[in-house]
């Protein structure tokens, strides 16, 4: 996941960044899970936006900041995220 993250598949860092949030196989690391969380996001993949979303609302590896929250939840949204937050936006 990290070597396909590396050459640009938003699809590699969401999940390269779900095992270092989640400490899956990896030491626990979510401060950098968030980074590729916002990097797969920016790339296009709704469930990265949707998880980015809830570190940000939680404040987990990053500072709480509900714009941003709601910002990366609206782009999942839009992008096709199927999430009961999607559903109550409509």
């Known amino acids: 996941l990290e070597k396909a993250c590396e050459l640009g598949s938003a699809d590699g860092c ?9 400490g899956d196989g990896l030491p626990k690391d979510e401060s950098r899970g ?3 969380y916002q990097r797969a996001c920016d790339a296009d993949n709704a469930w990265a936006c949707g998880e980015l979303a809830e570190a940000f609302k939680d404040g987990k590896g990053i500072p709480t900041d509900v714009e941003k929250s709601q910002a990366a939840i609206q782009r999942g949204c839009q992008l096709g995220l199927q999430d009961e937050r999607c559903r109550k936006r409509r």
């Open 34 to 36: 968030v980074s590729l």
């Open 14 to 22: 969401a999940g390269f960044g779900k095992a270092l949030f989640k």
